[in-house]
């Protein structure tokens, strides 16, 4: 199933997702033409339990959908639209078809069944018709919430131009609240976000360094290709080390997280991609020069993107406080089974 989802959505982004259209996209904001044709294909239930109409794959079969949306950076919430109906459907509530995000930070609260509170750094949440959050507590539970009337929208963006969202309610009606499923914190969300931006920026650099390759290998200073220059070998081998770091990292958080999300796995990869995102980032404008910084070039649909991505639902001095702290909450005498047994100590 893997190879035919990534061959199927490969295609459709290839044909859809130009640079033009994706500097466009950073004024008209949705598009909804596209997001009808990725709704069609299936993509946003893909985790959805069969019981619930969905496919039911794995974190693992799906951690290269997610890689494409950052390698063709993807102007929509299908990410987040993913993540959204998997928590969902780990909870036994029914998907959610339209468009959806998720909001890891916010302070909601329920009082006689009203929801008040704000939910800020939503993506495209001026756009979508739902957003899923986790409220805490003694009994943590899945809410989703529906922006309308009851709704104050500030709109803001990232550096790449992707809309950031805040969300204001005051005494709204959720459309849904279901008791977290077990096995999962009240986290799950800003975990699930760190997972899908770690495997959108494996993407981008993944792209980042084929792009780098190519053109030191056509341009020619000197008489001979920038790629016959060891500086320039040394730059591109730097990229490729960052590039092929965050992928293995990436790929065992994915494979990892089947049922509940890996949390060791996870603040690993949210770590590596991170400082990856930004060496890379720098690196692919090094070697490219004055050209790269142009708008009409493509390496900045990238590397904005990669910079954005990096600090999003958790930076990576946020991860590696985390990190640390629970492996001291452990002790040392569990500090070597929980790196031999990949997963934090309860």
Request: aromatic share 6%.
């Amino acid at each position: 199933m893997k190879e035919i989802l990534e061959a199927t959505l490969e295609k459709l982004f290839a044909d859809q997702l130009q640079p033009e259209q994706l500097i466009a996209s950073e004024q008209t904001q949705w598009q909804a033409p596209l997001w009808t044709l990725i709704e069609d294909s299936g993509f946003s239930l893909a985790m959805v339990p069969e019981a619930l109409g969905g496919a039911q794959a794995s974190w693992h079969e799906l951690v290269g959908v997610i890689e494409l949306c950052g390698k063709f950076c993807l102007p929509l919430p299908l990410p987040e639209s993913i993540f959204a109906n998997w928590l969902l459907g780990c909870c036994g509530a029914e998907p959610i078809t339209g468009p959806v995000s998720i909001a890891a930070e916010h302070n909601l609260t329920v009082h006689n069944g009203k929801v008040t509170g704000e939910m800020r750094n939503v993506p495209w949440g001026r756009s979508v018709s739902q957003v899923v959050a986790v409220i805490g507590g003694e009994q943590p539970r899945v809410v989703v919430m529906a922006p309308s009337a009851s709704c104050t929208v500030t709109e803001t963006t990232n550096i790449a131009g992707e809309p950031r969202d805040h969300l204001q309610f005051e005494q709204a009606v959720a459309e849904l609240t279901v008791p977290l499923a077990a096995g999962l914190t009240e986290q799950v969300v800003l975990l699930g976000g760190a997972m899908l931006r770690t495997a959108q920026i494996s993407g981008a650099l993944a792209e980042s360094m084929l792009l780098a390759t190519s053109y030191v290998n056509e341009r020619v200073q000197f008489g001979r290709p920038l790629a016959k220059f060891q500086v320039v070998q040394h730059q591109l081998a730097v990229l490729a080390e960052h590039a092929a770091a965050t992928r293995v990292a990436v790929q065992a958080a994915f494979a990892q997280s089947s049922g509940a999300l890996a949390e060791l796995a996870l603040m690993t990869a949210k770590i590596v991609a991170a400082e990856a995102a930004g060496i890379g980032a720098s690196t692919a404008h090094g070697v490219h020069g004055a050209i790269g910084f142009t708008h009409e070039y493509r390496l900045h649909l990238l590397t904005r993107r990669l910079w954005s991505w990096r600090s999003e639902f958790g930076s990576e001095v946020y991860w590696a406080e985390q990190l640390g702290q629970a492996v001291c909450r452990a002790g040392a005498e569990q500090y070597w089974p929980t790196i031999t047994r990949q997963e934090l100590s309860a």
